[in-house]
């Protein structure tokens, strides 16, 4: 069965650069949420979508931003990057909100 | 006081013990209650899914949820060595958004020893 697809798998950057990670839910799936895993920590909720439209809002940086398109893929865009925002990020996605998150692989960042 | 909190681990078990995770949650309203084990570096991954008071079976695990309580539990029987993970207590929260956001707890380390 398709699953929830992240890319890329690992990212490398600068501090004050700029990255997007992309998340592709499993089809049919109409919402779509982003966690951020520091080193041994739990994850942490940042933002989710619905429907393409903004559904709850986490611990999410104003330099974060996110949407979810037509096609019900979102986008995280990060900016001025820090070294602390070095961590895994987990998209997840479910059918409706409430029901049962399956998560993608995920994407490393690292920030130098 | 986190929002979710489990038993302090590491929890070390021999191989065909059961192993025994605890997790109580602060919000008296909510509703749903999911465990997911996590290989270093891995994605959660769903293992049981909870949300009435009682016990529910899967094969070698077994949820327990008293919502009086507020205490969810998982027991895992005959426990093998690939069992050995970190697993993720996590709560849906009754907001006042739309959202159906995951609060985790800290997670357990389980090892299982052959």
């Known amino acids: 069965a398709a699953g929830v697809i992240q890319s890329p798998r690992h990212l490398i950057k600068e501090k004050r650069e700029t990255a997007t990670l992309k998340c592709y839910p499993i089809?049919?799936?109409?919402?779509v949420y982003w966690y951020q895993q520091g080193p041994g920590q739990d994850p942490q909720f940042l933002i989710s979508f619905y429907e393409k439209m903004q559904s709850d809002k986490g611990s999410i940086p104003d330099r974060f931003s996110a949407q979810q398109f037509s096609d019900y893929h979102s986008e995280l865009n990060m900016s001025s990057l820090e070294l602390g925002d070095s961590a895994l990020y987990f998209c997840a996605s479910s059918l409706a909100t409430g029901n049962i998150q399956y998560f993608g692989a995920g994407t490393r960042l690292s920030v130098l | 006081q986190k929002e979710v909190e489990q038993n302090s681990g590491p929890l070390s078990v021999p191989e065909g013990a059961i192993a025994s995770l605890n997790c109580t949650y602060s919000d008296r309203g909510s509703q749903s209650f999911f465990w997911y084990r996590q290989y270093s570096g891995k994605s959660p991954e769903l293992i049981m899914s909870?949300?009435?008071?009682g016990d529910k079976e899967d094969g070698r695990f077994t949820a327990q949820l008293n919502k009086a309580s507020q205490y969810v539990s998982l027991l895992i029987r005959d426990s093998q060595p690939s069992d050995s993970a970190t697993y993720l207590c996590?709560?849906?929260?009754?907001?006042?958004?739309?959202?159906?956001?995951?609060?985790f707890g800290e997670g357990t380390q389980l090892t299982v020893n052959p």
């Open positions: 909870i949300y009435s008071n």
């Open positions: 089809p049919r799936h109409d919402t």
């Open positions: 996590a709560v849906n929260m009754v907001r006042e958004t739309s959202g159906s956001r995951l609060t």
